[in-house]
C-alpha cells in the first residue's frame, strides 16, 4: 500500500468513549389564578410535582438528571435559575413556590402557556449549548420540556417554531 507523504496509518478511525446519557427536564408549572383558587387541589399538584421530582432523581450509578422549574399565570418567572441536579433544593423550592405563589408568579391572571413552553425549550438549548462546547461536541444528553396546567395558552404569544416537537439543534 503506498502510503501519503506526511500521513501516518491508522488502524481506526474513532475511538469510542463511554458516557453516561445526561437528562435536562424543565418543568413549567401554571400557577394562574384558574390554578390557585382551589386550594385543595394546589395542594394536591404540590405534593404530585414532589413525588415526581424524587422519582427523577437518579439511584447510584444511573445516569444523570438536571431539572430546572418555571413558573408562570401571565407572566413567566425562572422558579430555578439554572439545572440542578439537588433534588432535596428542587423539593424545598417547590415549597417555596407554593407557600409564596405572589414572588414565582407576579401576574397570575392568565395563562402563557406557550411563553412558558418557549422559554423552556430555550432554557434546554442554551444548557445544549455550554455543554457541546464544554466537551467539544462530545454531549450525549436528552431534554423534556414538561408543562403542568389546567388550561390553553390565552395570552397571545406565538408558540416559538423550535418548541413544537422539533429535535433541538443549537
Request: aromatic share 4%.
Given at each position: 500500500d503506498a502510503q501519503l507523504p506526511g500521513v501516518q496509518q491508522c488502524d481506526r478511525l474513532a475511538d469510542s468513549v463511554e458516557r453516561d446519557v445526561e437528562s435536562h427536564v424543565v418543568i413549567a408549572i401554571d400557577l394562574s389564578t384558574s390554578v390557585t383558587?382551589?386550594?385543595?387541589?394546589?395542594?394536591?399538584?404540590?405534593?404530585?410535582?414532589k413525588t415526581l421530582v424524587r422519582d427523577l432523581e437518579p439511584a447510584p450509578g444511573e445516569s444523570p438528571?438536571?431539572?430546572?422549574?418555571?413558573?408562570?399565570g401571565r407572566s413567566i418567572y425562572p422558579a430555578t435559575p439554572s439545572f440542578s441536579a439537588d433534588f432535596?433544593?428542587?423539593?424545598?423550592?417547590?415549597?417555596?413556590?407554593?407557600?409564596?405563589r405572589q414572588t414565582y408568579v407576579p401576574d397570575p391572571?392568565?395563562?402563557?402557556?406557550?411563553?412558558?413552553i418557549n422559554e423552556?425549550?430555550?432554557?434546554?438549548?442554551?444548557?445544549?449549548?455550554v455543554l457541546r462546547a464544554a466537551t467539544?461536541?462530545?454531549?450525549?444528553?436528552?431534554?423534556t420540556m414538561l408543562s403542568i396546567t389546567d388550561g390553553a395558552?390565552?395570552?397571545?404569544v406565538e408558540l416559538n417554531a423550535r418548541?413544537?416537537?422539533?429535535?433541538?439543534?443549537?
Amino acid at each position: 500500500d503506498a502510503q501519503l507523504p506526511g500521513v501516518q496509518q491508522c488502524d481506526r478511525l474513532a475511538d469510542s468513549v463511554e458516557r453516561d446519557v445526561e437528562s435536562h427536564v424543565v418543568i413549567a408549572i401554571d400557577l394562574s389564578t384558574s390554578v390557585t383558587d382551589d386550594a385543595a387541589r394546589l395542594l394536591q399538584l404540590r405534593d404530585a410535582l414532589k413525588t415526581l421530582v424524587r422519582d427523577l432523581e437518579p439511584a447510584p450509578g444511573e445516569s444523570p438528571v438536571r431539572v430546572k422549574l418555571i413558573t408562570f399565570g401571565r407572566s413567566i418567572y425562572p422558579a430555578t435559575p439554572s439545572f440542578s441536579a439537588d433534588f432535596a433544593a428542587i423539593a424545598n423550592k417547590l415549597d417555596d413556590i407554593f407557600a409564596e405563589r405572589q414572588t414565582y408568579v407576579p401576574d397570575p391572571n392568565g395563562t402563557n402557556l406557550n411563553g412558558a413552553i418557549n422559554e423552556g425549550t430555550l432554557d434546554l438549548e442554551d444548557e445544549f449549548k455550554v455543554l457541546r462546547a464544554a466537551t467539544g461536541g462530545g454531549i450525549v444528553a436528552t431534554g423534556t420540556m414538561l408543562s403542568i396546567t389546567d388550561g390553553a395558552d390565552n395570552s397571545g404569544v406565538e408558540l416559538n417554531a423550535r418548541a413544537g416537537g422539533r429535535p433541538l439543534h443549537g
